[in-house]
Each structure stands twice: as structure tokens, then as C-alpha cells.
């Protein structure tokens, strides 16, 4: 059994939301944790502070928009030269540009898979030498119940999410000879910013299709992650579903 106890983690798009609560998570749990941020440089060292108060070993927050390669590669880079290795990296940095085929641009497009898609592929391969080298890490992407489903006004985010699925199975079929696990996430309804900010008629009618009848928390979303590595190591290309029953592939 895989052990948070004084593990590296690292986690994108960590500042706010469900990647917040899966760093707070790994870090109770005893891991080292690496909360990397793009524009929230406030929430994400106040994120710092809280992890080392709560039992995290050590906890760094580190700039870098995961979009870009250099900075993706970077982001990996730091981590290494400041603990040395990396035993779970956690992909989980999204943004969301809705709007109607007819109505989306090409940059909507294009941002919006470099960001939620191409980022995961980024850190993936900055990582690897180390993985490869240590002979063992975990792999966590975190993608969406409507990556199955599709969503009205979200071409582009729901493909970036659907990739997010193939891209996992390849990757572990490929990194499995290494000892190297990955798999995926697809939380339905969470109760994060976004949820709380939608028209109270939106919720109830979403709600009243998920069987258990409300929506996920963040931290059951962020105890899935953690099941997936210190449970998780004969477990590989799957992805975990968190939505009440919302939908059962």
C-alpha cells in the first residue's frame, strides 16, 4: 500500500475548487505538496499556510500557467530541485469559455484545450524522466461527468474533457512498465464557486436527475484522489465516477 507519509505531491490549479481541497487532503494526509497556481498568488500562499498548520511536511506554491510548455516543464523542474522527487502529480488546472458552436471562436477553442487538455500532456511529459527513473508515481487527471454526456454551450470544454479520458488509458498502457498508475476523475455536480453562483431553477432541475438526489462535495471528490493512490496500485486506466449516480457507464 502507497503512502502519503512525506510523499510529493503536486497539484495544478490548486489556489481554488476541487484542487484546493485535494491539496488540503494530501497534506493532512502527511505529503509534501506543491500548489501550483496562474493569477491567485494570495489565495494559493494562504493555501501554503494552512497545509503546514494542518500536518504537511512542507508546501510550496509555485507560479505557472500549465498551458504553456516552458512553464508547465518549469513547474515540474522546481518541484524536483526543491524536494527531489515527485510521487503523485494531480492534474487538475481548467478554465471554462461557454458559449454555443455558432457563437465560439476559434481563440475560445484553442484556449480552452491548451488549458484543460494540452496542460495535462505538459506536465505529464516534464515528469516522466522522474517517474520513469524512480521506477513508480501516480498519475491523477481530473475530467468531468460531461466528457460522457456532452453540455449545451461547451463544445470546447467537454472535448478537452473527453481527451482528458483518452489520453489516460493510452498513458497508462504505456507507463505501466514503469510501475506508474494513471487514472482519471469525472466528479458530476460539485459544490464549488461555480455551483453556488448558478440559478437556484438550474440546480434543482440538474438535481433532479442525479439519483442520491445532491451534489458532490469537493472533499469526497478529494478523498477519490487519495483512494486512488494510497489504495490505488494495481488500479490503472480507469476513471473514477463521483455524481451520485447521475450517470453509470
Not at 510529493?8 to 493532512?28: K, L, N, P
Not at 494562504?46 to 500557467?65: F, I, N, W
Request: glycine share 8%.
Amino acid at each position: 500500500m502507497r503512502t502519503l507519509e512525506n510523499a510529493v505531491v503536486v497539484v495544478t490549479g490548486a489556489s481554488r475548487g476541487i484542487g484546493q481541497v485535494i491539496a488540503e487532503e494530501f497534506g493532512r494526509g502527511g505529503a509534501k505538496v506543491v500548489v501550483n497556481y496562474n493569477h491567485s498568488k494570495e489565495q494559493a500562499e494562504g493555501l501554503v499556510q494552512r497545509l503546514l498548520k494542518e500536518g504537511s511536511p512542507a508546501a510550496l506554491a509555485v507560479q505557472a500557467d500549465v498551458s504553456d510548455p516552458d512553464q508547465a516543464a518549469k513547474l515540474i523542474e522546481e518541484t524536483f530541485k526543491q524536494f527531489g522527487r515527485i510521487d503523485v502529480l494531480v492534474n487538475n488546472a481548467g478554465i471554462n469559455i461557454d458559449r454555443s458552436l455558432r457563437k465560439m471562436s476559434v481563440q475560445d477553442w484553442d484556449t480552452v484545450i491548451r488549458t484543460n487538455l494540452s496542460s495535462y500532456f505538459y506536465t505529464v511529459k516534464a515528469a516522466l524522466p522522474i517517474f520513469i527513473e524512480q521506477k513508480s508515481g501516480a498519475i491523477i487527471n481530473i475530467s468531468t461527468l460531461t466528457a460522457l454526456t456532452g453540455n449545451f454551450g461547451q463544445a470546447n470544454y467537454t472535448a478537452a474533457k473527453s481527451g482528458i479520458l483518452g489520453f489516460t488509458k493510452t498513458a497508462a498502457l504505456e507507463l505501466a512498465r514503469y510501475n506508474i498508475t494513471v487514472n482519471a476523475i469525472c466528479p458530476g455536480p460539485v459544490e464549488t464557486d461555480m455551483w453556488f453562483a448558478a440559478p437556484e431553477e438550474a440546480k434543482k432541475a440538474l438535481l433532479a436527475r442525479v439519483p442520491l438526489g445532491r451534489p458532490s462535495t469537493p472533499q469526497e471528490v478529494a478523498s477519490g484522489a487519495r483512494f486512488l493512490f494510497e489504495n490505488g496500485e494495481i488500479i490503472t486506466g480507469n476513471t473514477l465516477h463521483i455524481n451520485g449516480g447521475m450517470y453509470m457507464p
